[in-house]
């Protein structure tokens, strides 16, 4: 076939037109049309097959449609999928029992999506902060970082750094000081005794994999512990798995005092997220004080199960690990004069390209027509997030492929 005979048998361009009449604006995509998955592979409506180095924001880490987390989905959905919690269901306690030795903390309350468990957790800072450290009624604070990303809700916008998030939604909740991410003095000026809690990802993902500087997290704690604040550590992104260590706060040997989780927590199936704490701060809940129709449903909760079973099973930890240096070696011997820095953990990796390359989204677009799947982050990141089930084989191909597009600095036709 000639290349306008196979352009003229594509089914691309209609699947985006119907999309982009019939639904909101609210995303800039790249123009590929998925319609099957496979770990670290997705296959597009034309047959074509990419390697997806972004793995929906490392909500697949177990890799696409992992069969165990597929079985445990088709099972629990011909028993019992969701029931409330007016009543209670026979998978909600055994998700609990994974999750909680899993991460070593004694109590965990159920949500959907990622956002819904960090304003949980703002919630259980301000009430803890309210009843056992005598804050004023109302006037808790909770300190957050420029370039943090917590979600969309407008309390969260409210108190991000990014002008477009904020644009057009005030009036937002107070209650938020932001301080420049990485520097515990800012955070030790910004505490005052109305402080209930400083939140922050350990690696700033949305930011364009921002890597904190050595130390900064062991003095967040220090700083908490010394002040009495909580410490919480929104791992949604950063946690089960994907820099190398089950959660990112361990590469520090810092342990938060409330861990928010998301995302890989369901392998990609269905949202589940999560707040963890102990006793003395989740018992600031009382029944009626919260909730959700769909957090902690029997579908959920066995999705889960088998998701964290497949991560620790199958060592994907250990694999993001060896396979993350393996990257980082071999992208510290890059020589692309558009790169600028490379940076991140595990399988975890941001190439910050300098500002005359032109912007991301283009090297993006040819990694497109190189059979690579990545999305640039705040326009000047590339980011390669790939599930953590690829193969050193596998990883080796992605990196041909960027060093190629790389290297011809984003100009060569694939
Ligand atoms: C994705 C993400 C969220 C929001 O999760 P949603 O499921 O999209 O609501 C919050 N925090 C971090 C660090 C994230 O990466």
């Known amino acids: 076939m000639s290349r306008s005979d196979t ?195 350990p690696i700033q993902g949305e930011a364009g994999i921002v890597v904190p500087p050595a130390g900064f997290l062991r003095e967040l704690r220090a700083l908490c512990d010394r002040e009495r604040v909580l410490l919480m550590a929104d791992e949604i992104q950063s946690g089960l798995g994907r820099t190398g260590r089950m959660f990112c706060c361990e590469h520090d040997g810092v342990r938060p005092d409330v861990l928010i989780l998301g995302k890989a927590l369901s392998g990609g199936f269905y949202p589940v997220s999560a707040m963890l704490a102990d006793d003395a701060v989740m018992d600031v809940f009382r029944p009626g004080d919260h909730g959700s129709t769909y957090g ?29 240096a393996r990257a980082f070696a071999r992208l510290a011997g890059l020589r692309a004069p558009v790169v600028k820095d490379v940076r991140g953990k595990g399988l975890w990796i941001g190439i910050e390209l300098h500002a005359s390359a032109g912007g991301a989204r283009r090297f993006c677009e040819r990694l497109l027509q190189r059979g690579v799947l990545c999305k640039e982050t705040h326009d000047h990141v590339i980011r390669l997030a790939p599930p953590l089930v690829i193969t050193a084989a596998q990883l080796d191909e992605v990196l041909d492929a960027v060093e190629a597009v790389l290297r011809a600095g984003g100009t060569d036709r694939g």
């Open 7 to 201: 352009e003229a048998a594509s089914r691309t361009p209609a699947f985006l037109e119907r999309e982009h009449r019939l639904g909101a604006h609210n995303y800039h995509p790249l123009p590929i049309v998925i319609e099957r998955a496979e770990g670290v592979f997705v296959w597009d409506v034309d047959g074509r097959r990419y390697y997806d180095c972004l793995a929906a924001y490392s909500a697949v880490n177990q890799g696409h449609c992992h069969p165990r987390i597929l079985a445990a989905l088709q099972r629990q959905a011909q028993r019992a999928t969701l029931v409330s919690r007016a009543f209670h269901n026979d998978q909600l306690g055994r998700f609990y029992e994974v999750l909680t030795r899993l991460t070593g903390f004694g109590r965990v309350l159920p949500m959907n999506t990622g956002a819904e468990a960090v304003e949980t957790a703002i919630k259980a800072a301000r009430k803890w902060g309210y009843t056992q450290k005598g804050i004023a009624d109302g006037q808790a604070e909770i300190v957050v970082f420029d370039g943090n990303f917590h979600g969309r809700t407008t309390t969260i916008v409210g108190f991000s750094a990014e002008e477009q998030y904020r644009r057009g939604f005030g009036p937002f909740a107070p209650g938020f000081r932001r301080v420049p991410y990485g520097d515990a003095g800012a955070v030790a000026a910004a505490i005052t005794e109305r402080t209930c809690a400083v939140l922050v990802e």
């Open 296 to 324: 902690g449903n029997p579908l959920g909760a066995a999705v889960a199960v088998a998701a964290l079973e497949a991560l620790v099973d199958e060592r994907m930890v250990e694999n993001a690990a060896t396979l993350g």
